[in-house]
T-cell receptor, first 111, second 113 residues
Framework: DAGVTQTPRHEVAEKGQTIILKCEPVSGHNDLFWYRQTKIQGLELLSYFRSKSLMEDGGAFKDRFKAEMLNSSFSTLKIQPTEPKDSAVYLC?????????FGPGTRLTVL | AQSVTQPDARVTVSEGASLQLRCKYSYFGTPYLFWYVQYPRQGLQLLLKYYPGDPVVQGVNGFEAEFSKSNSSFHLRKASVHWSDWAVYFCAVSLLMGYKLTFGTGTSLLVDP
């Protein structure tokens, strides 16, 4: 089975731009998670979906971050507008009610 | 709320030596505990998991961890470290199976040749 796929692997944006990150979970998994990883804050939850329904989103990220799951095999994370402090690695993970499997991440740099 | 503490930001061991990476958790109830490893420029890979049962769990590549309720700990061990183990190791806790993970800050493992 293919693992979690994330595209693009790298993204460079100007401050104020809108960017969309994409994630394809492991086939058959019904839980999907978005995390942000920075050196200072570590790993933080952005959003959590179960069977395409948004179960939780990280309160601190609500205003400019929007995750969607339009079907069971695809999710997007939109950041609008981007700020330099959004520079980080964005990780997507999926699970089937047990351990989470992570994608390779998207490294975002906001100039 | 649950939390995880990894007190050692960096650990250096010689190749062939034994290893212990420390993890302390804070949670009221029965936690589900995990160790993940992150190699440079990659995502997180699951090393091992603890679901309530045998306190010693075996993982991939010779890693094992021991759950201690009395010490609120879930330390990771390996008998003989290989240079390819050079990576960052994260301990994580979840209050439900399949629920969101709360991560520690990670421990960077450096291996001396």
């Amino acid at each position: 089975d293919a693992g979690v796929t994330q595209t693009p692997r790298h993204e460079v944006a100007e401050k104020g731009q809108t960017i969309i990150l994409k994630c394809e979970p492991v086939s058959g998994h019904n839980d999907l998670f978005w995390y942000r990883q920075t050196k200072i804050q570590g790993l933080e939850l952005l959003s959590y979906f179960r069977s395409k329904s948004l179960m939780e989103d990280g309160g601190a990220f609500k205003d400019r971050f929007k995750a969607e799951m339009l079907n069971s095999s695809f999710s997007t994370l939109k950041i609008q507008p981007t700020e330099p402090k959004d520079s980080a690695v964005y990780l997507c993970a999926s699970s089937l009610k047990r351990e989470q499997y992570f994608g390779p991440g998207t490294r975002l740099t906001v100039l | 709320a649950q939390s995880v503490t990894q007190p050692d930001a960096r650990v250096t061991v010689s190749e062939g030596a034994s290893l212990q990476l420390r993890c302390k958790y804070s949670y009221f109830g029965t936690p589900y505990l995990f160790w993940y490893v992150q190699y440079p420029r990659q995502g997180l890979q699951l090393l091992l998991k603890y679901y309530p049962g045998d306190p010693v769990v075996q993982g991939v590549n010779g890693f094992e961890a021991e759950f201690s309720k009395s010490n609120s700990s879930f330390h990771l061990r390996k008998a003989s470290v290989h240079w390819s183990d050079w990576a960052v190791y994260f301990c994580a806790v979840s209050l439900l199976m399949g629920y969101k993970l709360t991560f520690g800050t990670g421990t960077s493992l450096l291996v001396d040749p």
